[in-house]
């Protein structure tokens, strides 16, 4: 596990951004695993504004999402299909048909995890998985558990994440309770992970992802075992770091 420690946000985006330049030149017919949330939209800002510039193409590049609301469809504002459309997805030459976000309307969740499985093993694996972490350790929606769940499914958020989460929604009723989730095996499988954070109510956890024990308490910690996994934090996210280990 290799952790990048940047100035800010800005330096963060930017340092992630420049490992997602680099695999879409190395491998222009890529998979990309991409993410949602508040922490990486400096990034795709970043891609977006290398697109404009000329200095990337998407044409061949393919996507996975990890993640999707149960009940949302494509035009709901909340949906990750729509936040990848507004933050990505509309600005560069990526094909959409190549795009894939779970179906989170779909009639049966269990199926509909099954064909996503199948559809990442048919695309041939994730070369780079883009990683947020919520707040109590979760990736995707691999929510803390007694066990690493095994394969993508529909998974109940905790009262944490729904409380996280609402922030983005009129009420906090309004949060799906559910949700459909790459599991933390397919995340594993991917080529090269890379997992960002900033800001100072991730420090403790980017401390237990990073230093503490290997369990499904806290999600992010397989990433210990992961063969290419790097770790880009900002100053405020890498406080609790600094202050127990002394770098
Ligand atoms: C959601 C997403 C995660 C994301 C997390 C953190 O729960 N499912 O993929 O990492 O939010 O979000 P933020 O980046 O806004 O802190």
Redesign the pocket.
Known sequence: MKIIRCKDYEDMSKKAAALFFSQIHMKPDCVLGL??????VGTYKQLIKWYEEGELDFSKVKSVN??EYVGLDGTNDQS?RYFMNENLFNHVNIDKANTNVPNGKADNMNEEALRYEALIESLGGIDMQL?????NG????NEPSDAFDKITHEVK?TDS?IH??ARFFETIDDVPKT?I?MVIGTIMKAKKVVLI?NGP??ADIIYETCFGPITPNVPASALQMHPDATIIVDEEAYATILAKRGE
């Open positions: 993410a949602t949330g508040s922490t990486p990890l993640d990750y990683l947020g972490i919520g707040n979760h990736i995707g929606f958020l994440t996280a989460n949700a989730s954070a109510k991730k």
